[in-house]
């Protein structure tokens, strides 16, 4: 059974702090790594990784996969209340549209 | 505004009644997925549909059904075999070809009592 696993499962920093996310996993056929971030409903894609140390960033947000160890970090720098929010890992399969495993989420607050 | 609509926000509902979850998408995507989302544990897939009139079952189907009969439309119907409906449902569609990114709409909270 493909299994996908985040650490930890909650948080709490203060604005200005840097955090790490942590997702691992362990499943038969991968082909990428996604972030989601959920706020209050509709989790909105962050960032899709396919290829080992290369690191993808946007803005204070960055994340980078190492597919020999299964694991992928989301590193967020210089926290804002406005981060605070479940962020989701996900596991694609080879294929078109292909079905996500999705692991339970990090719920990151930031406190002022 | 392309995107994807869920409604309603909230139902309410009688144990022993079945209930269909509405989801349209105007992004002109191919697939679309339903995911249940209880606390504590993360998204799980429910059904999901790469083509219009076709569609398959995913980790959790039992007591559920769809349809697709358009490209816009994934409707699911909570059935009253679902053991243990009360969740929140999330639907996504995913454009593409070889696309991984979904697109997730502002999800259905369902209260079965």
């Known amino acids: 059974e493909d299994k996908v696993v985040q650490s930890p499962l909650s948080l709490v920093v203060h604005e200005g702090d840097t955090v790490t996310l942590n997702c691992s996993y362990e499943?038969?056929?991968?082909?990428?790594l996604l972030w989601y971030k959920q706020e209050k409903k509709a989790p909105t894609f962050l960032f899709m990784l396919?290829?080992?140390?290369i690191e993808k960033k946007s803005g204070r947000l960055s994340s980078i996969l190492d597919k020999k160890e299964l694991f992928s970090i989301l590193n967020i720098t210089a926290t804002q209340t406005g981060d605070s929010a479940v962020y989701l890992c996900?596991?694609?399969?080879?294929?078109?549209?292909?079905?996500?495993?999705f692991g339970t989420g990090t719920r990151l607050q930031v406190t002022l | 505004d392309g995107g994807i609509t869920q409604s309603p926000k909230y139902l309410f509902r009688k144990e022993g009644q079945n209930v269909t979850l509405s989801c349209e998408q105007n992004?002109?995507?191919?697939?679309m997925y339903w995911y249940r989302q209880d606390p504590g544990q993360g998204l799980r897939l429910i059904y999901y549909?790469?083509?219009?009139?076709?569609?398959q079952k995913g980790d959790i189907a039992e007591g559920y059904s769809v349809s697709r009969e358009k490209k816009e439309s994934f409707p699911l119907t909570v059935t009253s075999a679902q053991k243990n409906p009360t969740a929140f449902y999330l639907c996504?569609?995913?454009?593409?070809?070889?696309?991984?990114?979904?697109?997730f709409g502002p999800g259905t909270r369902l209260t079965v009592t």
């Open positions: 996900a596991v694609a399969p080879p294929g078109t549209a292909s079905k996500l495993t």
């Open positions: 499943v038969t056929n991968f082909r990428s």
């Open positions: 396919t290829s080992s140390g």
């Open positions: 992004l002109n995507h191919d697939a």
């Open positions: 549909s790469q083509i219009v009139n076709d569609f």
């Open positions: 996504a569609s995913a454009g593409r070809a070889f696309s991984y990114e979904q697109y």
